[in-house]
């Protein structure tokens, strides 16, 4: 089996979760100490910059998974006991650009500057302890659900907001 390539640093501190995007053969998310998300494409590894970064915990994050159907919505969960949901409508619109077109850093930055801002939409913060587990509902890809290290379980919406901008 032939190995597509490899990052060997993909955040500045151990990296502990991965999750690919569920309608783009390219595209995985990474989730690390550092208390960040990195967006990777597998047709890019040979650079060490990631396509896209975003903070919103101040802990170390723990998971990360795409919403099943909908590639622009992620969730996150940290050591700081928060979850958060992730909108990401302009890298999702890179989907169609050829990759030689968004190599160059500057490139990839200018048009990402002329979509619609990616970033944390939501921010729960209903567990006392640090969240481990995360799973999107197979059946309606609006719910969720969320596990602390003391074993509680919370299952949770998308906010309507979100839901209609990815819907209309």
Known sequence: MQQLGAIEQAHHMPTRNVS????????????????????????????PEALLELSGHRHWVWNCCYNPLHDQLLLSSSTDTTVCVWYTPALT?????????????????????????????????????????????????????????DGRLL????????KYKILI
């Open 155 to 162: 299952v949770n919406k998308v906010p309507k907001n979100v």
């Open 93 to 149: 619109k890179l989907k169609g650009v050829d990759a030689k077109q968004i190599d160059q850093s500057k490139q990839s930055s200018q048009l990402l500057a002329r979509q619609d801002t990616d970033g944390k939409v939501h921010s729960y913060d209903e567990h006392d302890d640090s969240v481990y587990g995360l799973a999107w509902s197979t059946v309606d890809p609006w719910v969720f659900a969320s596990m602390s290290y």
């Open 20 to 47: 690919w995007a569920p309608n783009n053969e390219h595209r995985f998310v990474t989730a690390g100490d550092d208390g960040k998300l990195r967006f990777w494409d597998t047709r890019m590894l040979s650079r």
